[in-house]
């Protein structure tokens, strides 16, 4: 079965330092990843997917398949980046399979 | 609609009681899955609609757990003889697409469920 690692639980960062949130996964196939973000009192929201290789809100993430990992990046974090990131990895497109599966979440602080 | 509805917000239940937590999806979509997220864990996998049929219930955690969406459209999550680890927040969310990979998930507000 696949897993997906987020091995902080928080982080915490100054307002214009560079930002890495980790994930790492373990799945046999060629999955697809993602990043959704949960602001407070908002609902989970996606934030990008590996598919699209876009930047959002300054965002980007590499599919790395050697190492199994989709790190979150950000150049130069902003105060409204303070939210909690979740790395979500569903199993081969096309396989059938519809199930999101989650890591545990990384609370990510900035500092003003 | 404004996006994916959930009623209600919250919910105490005394265990041993049945509960039946509602989720209203974007009008047309397709797709609906019912998630549970435990404090401090990831949401995890519960079931899957397509329209009416339920192609997927494999993250059903027992048979007191039943989910249903008649008419393709609300859905309906029910626990019955509620249990201490049923306690936990209840996402809904849907999608346009019947292919899962090609679109985006809408997440619902969830319901906060406290089963004392």
């Known amino acids: 079965a696949q897993r997906v690692t987020q091995p902080e639980k928080l982080l915490s960062v100054f307002k214009g330092a560079p930002v890495e949130l980790k994930c790492n996964y373990s799945y046999s196939g060629s999955p697809e990843l993602f990043w959704y973000v949960q602001y407070s009192r908002q609902r989970l929201q996606l934030l990008l997917r590996h598919i699209s290789r876009e930047s959002i809100k300054g965002f980007t993430a590499d599919l790395n398949k050697g190492e199994t990992s989709f790190h979150l990046k950000k150049p130069f974090a902003q105060e409204e980046d303070s939210a909690m990131y979740y790395c979500a990895l569903i199993p081969q497109p096309g396989a059938g399979s519809y199930q999101l599966t989650f890591g545990k979440g990384t609370k990510l602080s900035v500092i003003p | 609609g404004a996006g994916v509805s959930q009623s209600p917000r919250y919910k105490v239940a005394k265990r041993g009681q049945d509960v039946a937590l509602r989720c209203d999806p974007i009008?047309?979509?397709?797709?609906l899955f019912w998630y549970q997220q435990a404090l401090g864990q990831g949401p995890e996998f519960l079931t899957y609609f397509q329209n009416e049929a339920q192609l997927d219930k494999s993250g059903l955690p027992s048979d007191r757990f039943f989910a249903e969406r008649p008419e393709g459209s609300v859905s309906t999550l029910k626990i019955q003889r509620t249990q201490q680890e049923d306690s936990a927040v209840y996402l809904c969310?849907?999608?346009?697409?019947?292919?899962?990979?090609?679109?985006?998930?809408?997440f619902g507000s969830g319901t906060q469920l406290s089963v004392l």
């Open positions: 009008s047309g979509h397709v797709s």
């Open positions: 969310a849907s999608s346009l697409a019947r292919d899962r990979s090609n679109e985006k998930l809408f």
